[in-house]
């Protein structure tokens, strides 16, 4: 029985640590590349607009996006910090680690990438929205 126990607690701290690391990765290799991508497409046109002497720039939303970006990089540096969560320890410590450390940090990187999503402009975003998961079939 205490084996079983055992091996049910490695397989559940092995499991998120592979979502918290794929999370680490898609963060940083689909969702920030995106983000920066609209970015410097609102910087050109704030600039654009300042270099034509334009009365009115609004620079709101180039302020959000960059806010956003600046808070999943923070969150995505919580992450990673948790993941290097040393190998000493119980399987149990491992397994307790996991839920109460890793997986709250992936729902913050998470909740900012959902947050970027509805920034982002739809050309620009690579992966499937939440609205195109739910009505397209």
């Known amino acids: 029985m205490h084996s079983r126990y055992d091996v049910a607690l490695e397989h559940y701290a092995l499991s998120v640590g592979v979502e918290a690391r794929l999370t680490l990765k898609i963060a940083g290799t689909i969702v920030l590349p995106a983000a920066t991508r609209y970015q410097t497409e609102l910087a050109a046109n704030v600039a654009s607009l300042r270099a034509i002497g334009a009365a009115a720039v609004d620079t709101g939303p180039l302020d959000e996006l960059s806010a956003a970006i600046a808070e999943l990089r923070a969150r995505v540096a919580d992450l990673r910090d948790a993941l290097e969560h040393g190998a000493d320890g119980s399987v149990e410590a491992h397994a307790t680690h996991a839920g109460r450390v890793l997986l709250p940090a992936m729902d913050a ?29």
Not at 115 to 125: M, P, S
């Open 109 to 137: 990187v998470r909740i900012t990438a959902d947050a970027l999503e509805g920034i982002v402009a739809d050309d620009l975003w690579p992966l499937p929205t939440y609205q195109e998961m739910l009505f397209m079939l």
